[in-house]
């Protein structure tokens, strides 16, 4: 892959079409473009990194993979961001782990090569161990939204139903956690109703807490294609920081952070009190409830505007910094567009009234009745390849089992007990730790053994300085692929992993499509594809062999797409062979004729809704077949800027890297367009601080305190400041806390009071 970063932002057909419009950041490759003539077959996949979940088809010569382009028949219509383009070279990294490693005299001992066998039985025995001596609780799996389908799936049968332990958790919990709660509180059950087609429909975006333009860039150049084919459609973003996605924004609204939920309410009261509301939607689709005295309690339409009401437009500027006249113009244009589409993600997940902010987007649409048209609807964007299809609808999480079953539902349990052939009462009734307790309960030896796949928590847990105690006490076993994650100093045996094309899987993404993943090349060194390590495993350290009756990924596929049948996520119509053929296909997908559901609930599109259903929208997912409008108060942020801690820290994402850049950091254009962390500084605090660009600046919390070089930019608003997270040599989750909401139990990443002064 020749491609360079220069080039490629010179190239890029999608950079121009977006420098029109003033936006410089994301940059894409049309399909074909590099070194195709180099290869001699094209495989299908998946590009490794973000929730957009584009199509890729990987070029192979000689049984090396030499080069990468968009799958023009997948969503993304052959188009692919930088980080995507230059996936090559990541497979072939040196850092890359080929063999297998323990530490056979505990954490101080260096890790030493050894065979399979060994690894396997030194893992396998510390975990029969800790079972026979402290029962199933005392062992954990701790996963990842980047983890194959049949990967999680496996491991959630293993841990819940083989050991009997619901401690099977992962990094979903620290990022679409909230969203499923959002989607599960309102309408019964997980996973939006809208697809990317809703694009290419809206006349109304509602930005709020995603920066699309560097997490999403394909998606944003869909969105910014839209705006430009369609100048009235108006876009709104809400985002404390001006990022580039706000550039194409006609109205940006910046505020003071963590005050959504009065901008939310807000925006509703004015809905009501201008009647731009859908009365016989609302009358037809919903219920009104909220909490009191902690029960949950009905109310009445009436109930909720007169709650609503309190959100003035003067009180809503008071609380949020947003001009009162602004309020009332976004909800305006919210309500009257003929096709509203919302956009979210970690600025509204990672907050510790993160669900109740989920709650109240989706009571927008509700109440305006967008929703269930094209273009209409309140459309989560997750953040990982595999969270949705991997961890989400497999139920690969402590309180979750496959396809919308809880642990806490004695019917769920049995169902799955039964689909499994296990004892009823195998599975346990109570959830299992959740991932901030699950690292307090090692730190506390509650939890002898953890198993961690496709994560690397030593860097991406929040207080830091609290959490890897729990990774020092525990023994830890982890797959990787690349020696740079920080977590293998803390692992006793590390199971070298196949990376992405070099093994078979399902991944799926924000818009419920499953596409399949095609092994491309064969694993490098001595690595082996999870699904086999996992059984290996899984049998040494006394799992049943007959839970794990598969011979390769296939055979995992085949069972999770028969156990989703009937179900509210049925996608049974998903044979590995139309994978093979097709470019990703969305469920619900009862049948192997049907070609996938674009719009969920609605009727003669989905086809869970019968066709002789009196109403055209059916939420069929919740018990009493309604959608709930959720009476939610606004509450302040856990740790507001106060007079000790005058500044509000936020930390996220920057376009070229990839979370803790294990994998963006092997490719040295992308290392090189951000070889470490900064801090961005607005101008005029940056001012009263005598702080220059470059300026080592202090970020003092009240658990930590850290140096990074300014970056002096109006990107932030005085009294904000950002620092990306991708540096393991400036560990800026030291700094956190590790409040989280209390629903979801995902952490506040975006909200926290610091000091900042210039270094001495
Ligand atoms: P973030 O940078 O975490 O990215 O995607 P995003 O959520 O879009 O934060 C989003 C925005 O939230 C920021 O611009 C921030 O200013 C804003 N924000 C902060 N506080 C508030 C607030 O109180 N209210 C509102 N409304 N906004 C606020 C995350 C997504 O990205 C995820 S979850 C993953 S896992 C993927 N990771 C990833 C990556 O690591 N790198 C790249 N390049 N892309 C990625 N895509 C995915
Ligand atoms: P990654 O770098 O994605 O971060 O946090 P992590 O999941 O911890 O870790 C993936 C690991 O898997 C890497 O070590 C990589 O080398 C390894 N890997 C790559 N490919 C493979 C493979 O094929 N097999 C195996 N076995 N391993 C592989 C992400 C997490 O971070 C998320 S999702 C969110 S949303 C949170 N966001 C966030 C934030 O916004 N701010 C702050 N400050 N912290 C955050 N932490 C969270
Ligand atoms: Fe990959 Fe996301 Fe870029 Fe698409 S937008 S190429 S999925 S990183």
Same mark, same amino acid.
């Given at each position: 892959?020749?491609?360079? %970063?220069?080039?490629?932002?010179?190239?890029?057909?999608?950079?121009? =079409?977006?420098?029109?419009?003033?936006? @410089?950041?994301? $940059?894409?490759?049309?399909? @074909?473009?590099?070194?195709?003539?180099?290869?001699?077959?094209?495989?299908?996949?998946?590009?490794?990194?973000?929730?957009?979940?584009?199509?890729?088809?990987?070029?192979?010569?000689?049984?090396?993979?030499?080069?990468?382009?968009?799958?023009? /028949?997948?969503?993304?219509?052959?188009?692919? $961001?930088?980080?995507?383009?230059?996936?090559?070279?990541?497979?072939?990294?040196?850092?890359?782990?080929?063999?297998?490693?323990?530490?056979?005299?505990?954490?101080?001992?260096?890790?030493?090569?050894?065979?399979?066998?060994?690894?396997?039985?030194? =893992?396998?025995?510390?975990?029969?161990?800790?079972?026979?001596?402290?029962?199933?609780?005392?062992?954990?799996?701790?996963?990842?939204?980047?983890?194959?389908?049949?990967?999680?799936?496996?491991?959630?049968?293993?841990?819940?139903?083989?050991?009997?332990?619901?401690?099977?958790?992962?990094?979903?919990?620290?990022?679409?956690?909230?969203?499923?709660?959002?989607?599960?509180?309102?309408?019964?059950?997980?996973?939006?109703?809208?697809?990317?087609?809703?694009?290419?429909?809206?006349?109304?975006?509602?930005?709020?807490?995603?920066?699309?333009?560097?997490?999403?860039?394909?998606?944003?150049?869909?969105?910014?294609?839209?705006?430009?084919?369609?100048?009235?459609?108006?876009?709104?973003?809400?985002?404390?920081?001006?990022?580039?996605?706000?550039?194409?924004?006609?109205?940006?609204?910046?505020?003071?952070?963590?005050?959504?939920?009065?901008?939310?309410?807000?925006?509703? *009261?004015?809905?009501?009190?201008?009647?731009?509301? +859908?009365?016989?939607?609302?009358?037809?689709?919903?219920?009104?409830?909220?909490?009191?005295?902690?029960?949950?309690?009905?109310?009445?339409?009436?109930?909720?505007? =007169?709650?609503?009401?309190?959100?003035?437009?003067?009180?809503?500027?008071?609380?949020?910094?947003?001009?009162?006249?602004?309020?009332?113009?976004?909800?305006?244009?919210?309500?009257?567009?003929?096709?509203?589409?919302?956009?979210?993600?970690?600025?509204?997940?990672?907050?510790?009234?993160?669900?109740?902010?989920?709650?109240?987007?989706?009571?927008?649409?509700?109440?305006?009745?967008?929703?269930?048209?094209?273009?209409?609807?309140?459309?989560?964007?997750?953040?990982?390849?595999?969270?949705?299809?991997?961890?989400?609808?497999?139920?690969?999480?402590?309180?979750?089992?496959?396809?919308?079953?809880?642990?806490?539902?004695?019917?769920?349990?049995?169902?799955?007990?039964?689909?499994?052939?296990?004892?009823?009462?195998?599975?346990?009734?109570?959830?299992?730790?959740?991932?901030?307790?699950?690292?307090?309960?090692?730190?506390?030896?509650?939890?002898?053994?953890?198993?961690?796949?496709?994560?690397?928590?030593?860097?991406?847990? !929040?207080?830091?300085?609290?959490?890897?105690? @729990?990774?020092?006490?525990?023994?830890?076993?982890?797959?990787?692929?690349?020696?740079?994650?920080?977590?293998?100093?803390?692992?006793?045996?590390?199971?070298?992993?196949?990376?992405?094309?070099?093994? +078979?899987?399902?991944?799926?993404?924000?818009?419920?499509?499953?596409?399949?993943?095609?092994?491309?090349?064969?694993?490098?060194?001595?690595?082996?594809?999870?699904?086999?390590?996992?059984?290996?495993?899984?049998?040494?350290?006394?799992?049943? !062999?007959?839970?794990?009756?598969?011979?390769?990924?296939?055979?995992?596929?085949?069972?999770?797409?028969?156990?989703?049948?009937?179900?509210?996520? /049925?996608?049974?119509?998903?044979?590995?062979?139309?994978?093979?053929?097709?470019?990703?296909?969305?469920? &619900?997908?009862?049948?192997?004729? *049907? !070609?996938?559901?674009?719009? %969920?609930?609605? %009727?003669?599109?989905?086809?869970?809704? &019968?066709?002789?259903?009196?109403?055209?929208?059916?939420?069929?997912?919740?018990?009493?077949?309604?959608?709930?409008?959720?009476?939610?108060?606004?509450?302040?942020?856990?740790?507001?800027?106060?007079?000790?801690?005058?500044?509000?820290?936020?930390?996220?994402?920057?376009?070229?890297?990839? *979370?803790?850049?294990?994998?963006?950091?092997?490719?040295?254009?992308?290392?090189?367009?951000? !070889?470490? =962390?900064?801090?961005?500084?607005?101008?005029?605090?940056?001012?009263?601080?005598?702080?220059?660009?470059? +300026? &080592?600046?202090?970020?003092?919390?009240?658990?930590?305190?850290?140096?990074?070089?300014?970056?002096?930019?109006?990107?932030?608003?005085?009294?904000?400041?950002? $620092? &990306?997270?991708?540096?393991?040599?400036?560990?800026?989750?030291?700094?956190?806390?590790?409040?989280?909401?209390?629903?979801?139990?995902?952490?506040?990443?975006?909200?926290?009071?610091?000091?900042?002064?210039?270094?001495?």
């Amino acid at each position: 892959m020749t491609l360079s %970063r220069r080039a490629f932002l010179k190239g890029s057909a999608a950079a121009i =079409a977006l420098s029109a419009l003033g936006v @410089g950041g994301p $940059c894409l490759a049309a399909a @074909g473009k590099d070194g195709g003539d180099k290869a001699d077959k094209w495989v299908k996949g998946v590009c490794r990194y973000c929730g957009t979940g584009c199509g890729v088809m990987i070029g192979v010569r000689d049984g090396k993979a030499v080069s990468i382009k968009g799958d023009p /028949n997948n969503h993304n219509q052959g188009l692919l $961001c930088l980080k995507g383009a230059m996936l090559i070279p990541v497979i072939y990294a040196k850092d890359r782990i080929l063999e297998p490693r323990i530490r056979k005299n505990g954490k101080q001992s260096p890790l030493e090569v050894v065979s399979w066998d060994e690894a396997l039985e030194f =893992a396998a025995k510390r975990f029969r161990t800790a079972i026979s001596e402290n029962g199933p609780n005392a062992v954990a799996y701790y996963g990842s939204g980047q983890a194959l389908t049949e990967e999680s799936y496996l491991a959630n049968k293993i841990w819940k139903g083989g050991f009997g332990t619901n401690n099977v958790d992962g990094n979903p919990r620290l990022c679409m956690a909230s969203a499923v709660g959002g989607y599960t509180t309102t309408f019964g059950k997980d996973e939006p109703m809208g697809t990317y087609n809703d694009i290419d429909n809206a006349t109304c975006f509602f930005i709020i807490g995603s920066n699309t333009s560097e997490a999403h860039p394909v998606l944003f150049r869909r969105i910014a294609r839209r705006k430009q084919n369609s100048p009235d459609v108006k876009i709104i973003v809400v985002d404390p920081r001006r990022t580039n996605t706000s550039r194409i924004a006609d109205i940006h609204l910046t505020f003071k952070p963590g005050t959504d939920l009065a901008l939310l309410n807000g925006m509703a *009261h004015i809905i009501f009190k201008e009647e731009l509301d +859908d009365y016989r939607f609302m009358d037809k689709q919903c219920v009104f409830k909220g909490v009191k005295d902690g029960n949950i309690v009905d109310c009445t339409l009436d109930a909720y505007k =007169a709650f609503v009401a309190e959100y003035t437009p003067e009180k809503v500027e008071a609380l949020t910094g947003i001009p009162a006249d602004m309020v009332v113009k976004v909800a305006r244009i919210f309500a009257e567009s003929s096709a509203t589409l919302s956009l979210w993600c970690m600025g509204i997940n990672q907050r510790s009234k993160g669900v109740w902010a989920n709650n109240l987007i989706h009571n927008l649409h509700l109440i305006t009745g967008h929703i269930g048209k094209p273009g209409a609807s309140p459309l989560s964007l997750t953040g990982q390849p595999n969270a949705c299809g991997g961890v989400r609808d497999t139920g690969s999480l402590a309180h979750l089992l496959p396809a919308g079953r809880v642990v806490a539902n004695e019917q769920h349990r049995n169902e799955m007990e039964d689909f499994w052939k296990i004892p009823r009462g195998t599975i346990q009734p109570q959830m299992g730790y959740h991932t901030v307790a699950l690292f307090e309960n090692m730190a506390k030896g509650n939890v002898k053994a953890v198993f961690i796949h496709c994560t690397n928590p030593a860097h991406t847990l !929040p207080n830091l300085n609290k959490y890897t105690p @729990g990774l020092e006490k525990a023994f830890v076993v982890q797959t990787e692929c690349f020696n740079d994650a920080l977590t293998i100093q803390y692992a006793d045996v590390v199971f070298p992993a196949a990376f992405w094309c070099e093994t +078979d899987g399902v991944y799926g993404c924000t818009e419920r499509r499953y596409a399949l993943i095609e092994k491309a090349v064969e694993p490098m060194g001595n690595t082996r594809p999870v699904v086999n390590i996992l059984m290996d495993f899984a049998k040494l350290a006394g799992v049943d !062999p007959k839970l794990m009756p598969y011979t390769n990924a296939a055979d995992i596929w085949d069972e999770w797409r028969t156990l989703s049948k009937g179900s509210a996520y /049925n996608f049974y119509g998903m044979t590995r062979e139309r994978l093979q053929k097709e470019s990703g296909i969305k469920w &619900p997908c009862p049948t192997e004729d *049907h !070609p996938g559901t674009d719009l %969920r609930y609605v %009727r003669g599109e989905d086809p869970l809704v &019968p066709s002789d259903h009196p109403d055209k929208v059916f939420f069929y997912g919740s018990p009493n077949q309604k959608a709930t409008i959720w009476l939610r108060p606004y509450q302040p942020p856990f740790e507001p800027a106060d007079a000790d801690y005058p500044f509000v820290l936020t930390t996220g994402r920057v376009i070229d890297h990839w *979370h803790t850049a294990t994998m963006t950091g092997q490719v040295p254009e992308l290392k090189k367009a951000y !070889p470490s =962390a900064f801090v961005e500084i607005n101008p005029k605090d940056a001012e009263k601080l005598n702080i220059k660009n470059g +300026d &080592p600046v202090v970020l003092e919390t009240r658990r930590d305190k850290m140096v990074f070089p300014a970056s002096v930019t109006d990107t932030c608003m005085p009294g904000l400041v950002f $620092c &990306p997270f991708f540096d393991k040599n400036k560990l800026v989750n030291k700094l956190f806390h590790d409040a989280v909401d209390d629903i979801s139990k995902e952490p506040e990443y975006k909200i926290c009071a610091t000091k900042v002064y210039k270094q001495a």
